[in-house]
């Protein structure tokens, strides 16, 4: 797993959370507790990262951030290193986060950067995605899901008439779920975005101008299990049992 040791796991976890008020009033909305033995969210990306071997993290922390800080500290209880970089106001935005790691340039020493947002709950194999992105020589990486449910239902229209009706079926397309691996030298466009831009978003800024270039993105195509946690309504339909079970292989000494 060479190319896994040069790769820095960066998680996004320092926006306020406002879709998880009340609760984000009190927590970091990475902090929010989960299963039944109710460690934070934040706590399954890290260990995630280190299963797949990477043991080189950096946390992008603002609101809230001492949380996470006096909770990880340096990381030495998950046999991880993890250093934080506070968000600063002069860049915005998730991809202005990342920005202002990249200028503080502890991201200088990694081939692949590994982003993962910090609202994201997965089981996805994140050596197997990188290796994917290795092999076919990826700018960028982006983790997909194919089996994404449309939150409504769908009418099909026969003119003004309704034909037949189908109650949240599957997209049908691949998604992105907020895991995706960028080249370390690729994070230099993100200069040519800040010129521009103050409020910079790493999907739609950054992996947008890939495309515009033409810049070879993957899609890594994934069945793994993954939860959106960023509202109060889905952490209220996310089962502790479920977590406990999904999970177990993470607290397995």
């Known amino acids: 797993m060479g190319e896994l040791g040069n790769t820095v796991g960066v998680i996004l976890c320092g926006g306020e959370g406002k879709r998880l008020r009340p609760l984000t009033y009190y927590f970091q909305k990475a902090m929010i507790p989960i299963g039944t033995q109710q460690k934070p969210l934040l706590e399954y990306i890290v260990r995630l990262m280190k ?3 990477i043991r080189d ?3 992008l922390v603002g609101y809230k951030g001492q949380q996470i800080v006096n909770y990880f500290n340096k990381g030495e209880r ?3 290193s993890i250093s934080y970089v506070w968000d600063d106001p002069n860049y915005g935005g998730n991809g202005g986060a990342l920005y202002n790691a990249y200028l503080k340039g502890v991201l200088d ?3 692949n950067v590994l982003i993962y947002y910090g609202d994201i709950l997965s089981d996805i194999n994140l050596a197997d995605m990188i290796k994917f992105h290795e092999e076919k020589n990826f700018t960028s990486t982006l983790a997909l899901s194919p089996n994404y449910r449309v939150a409504v239902g769908v009418a099909e229209l026969e003119g003004d008439r309704v034909t037949k009706l189908v109650e949240k079926p599957f997209l049908g397309k691949p998604v992105t779920i907020g895991v ?3 080249r370390r030298r690729a994070l230099d466009y993100l200069s040519e975005i800040a010129e521009n831009k103050k409020d910079i978003d790493i999907m739609g800024d950054l992996i947008g101008m890939f495309l515009q270039r033409n810049l070879r993105v993957g899609g890594y195509i994934t069945s793994s299990f993954w939860f959106d946690l960023g509202t109060t309504e889905a952490y209220e339909k996310l089962e502790p ?3 406990d079970q ?8």
């Open 241 to 243: 049992a479920e977590v």
């Open 57 to 59: 993290i950096v946390m």
């Open 78 to 80: 998950y046999g991880v």
């Open 246 to 253: 999904r999970f177990s292989f993470l607290f397995q000494e």
């Open 180 to 182: 995706l691996v960028v």
């Open 51 to 53: 299963y797949h071997g």
């Open 109 to 111: 020493n990694a081939e």
